[in-house]
């Protein structure tokens, strides 16, 4: 069985520089489908995962933040493939370090080529109105059998356990719980920046669900655009965490997808937007 790296190592980087930091793990490569095979990463030209580049760029912005502000929101493009075998570094840029927030800018390159651009706010929780959404009924994680194949943390480093949507209003609906799976510690920043590698894996798969795309005679390939996450409260990483998503749109070739992401308990932990490409793979065309 190929050894993966814990999730903590994965996310790990380290200072090169002023401001600069270099991941101290190999990466990890991209896959078009969470649900797949090994060989499903064949054509990817190894790529970097693109919740690895969201993990580690938080992580890096992190690093130069005051212990006691944690994130909380991030926005972030993915400009071109990073190519996993080769080094790939961070670059921050203090934007602002207020009373009681700090903002920073994060660039991955590889050489002079920007890949890959995050902007992360950081801020302290302060006492303050409170109410949330919780989620559905459904199935728990004990409840469900662990997902098989990529998605079983064969290569992602996470378990996930895909759920029933159920009967709703939304066109393309799904529903999976998902955790690390190794312990992550007591570090709030790592279990943040765990999360926003998580809230990656699975999804824009939201937007293969409606009928019309199911029906298609002809593969479909995903490739994300943007993506962009509220942190609302702390949580685990190691916890299983449901996403419980949707994907409204699809127009002109990209397809937009919304998760709300909830701890054991049912709060609400995270709220997650992601942008990305939904067409006929180029070789399928005519």
């Avoid at 499903?40 to 190894?46: L, V």
């Avoid at 969201?54 to 493009?77: F, I």
């Amino acid at each position: 069985m190929t050894h993966v790296e814990p999730l903590a190592v994965s996310l790990a980087v380290e200072p090169i520089g002023t401001d600069v930091f270099r991941p101290t793990a190999p990466s990890r490569l991209a896959t078009a489908d969470a649900r797949g095979s090994e060989s499903s990463r064949a054509g990817d030209r190894r790529r970097v995962f693109g919740g690895q580049l969201l993990g580690q760029g938080l992580r890096a912005a992190c690093a130069t933040v005051d212990e006691g502000r944690l994130p909380r929101s991030l926005h972030a493009y993915f400009i071109a493939a990073a190519d996993a075998g080769k080094p790939l570094d961070y670059h921050v840029e203090r934007v602002r370090d207020g009373r009681g927030v700090s903002h920073r800018r994060v660039k991955a390159v590889q050489g002079a080529r920007e890949l890959f651009s995050l902007e992360a706010s950081f801020d302290a929780a302060s006492p303050g109105f409170a109410y949330e959404d919780r989620p559905s009924p459904g199935a728990g994680p004990d409840e469900l059998p662990t997902a098989s194949g990529e998605a079983a943390q064969l290569w992602s480093g996470v378990q996930v356990k895909f759920a029933e949507a159920g009967a709703g209003a939304h066109t393309a609906h799904r529903r999976f719980w998902m955790r690390a799976a190794q312990p992550l510690g007591s570090d709030p920043v790592l279990h943040a920046c765990a999360l926003a590698y998580m809230s990656d894996l699975s999804l824009l798969r939201a937007a293969l669900e409606p009928d019309v795309v199911q029906q298609a005679d002809r593969p479909v390939r995903l490739a994300s655009l943007d993506h962009a996450i509220w942190f609302h409260q702390a949580s685990r990483a190691d916890a299983w965490v449901l996403c419980d998503s949707i994907s409204p749109v699809a127009h002109g070739g990209r397809a937009l997808a919304l998760g709300h992401l909830f701890d054991p308990a049912g709060r609400l932990a995270l709220t997650v937007a992601q942008q990305g490409t939904l067409r006929l793979r180029p070789e399928a065309l005519h």
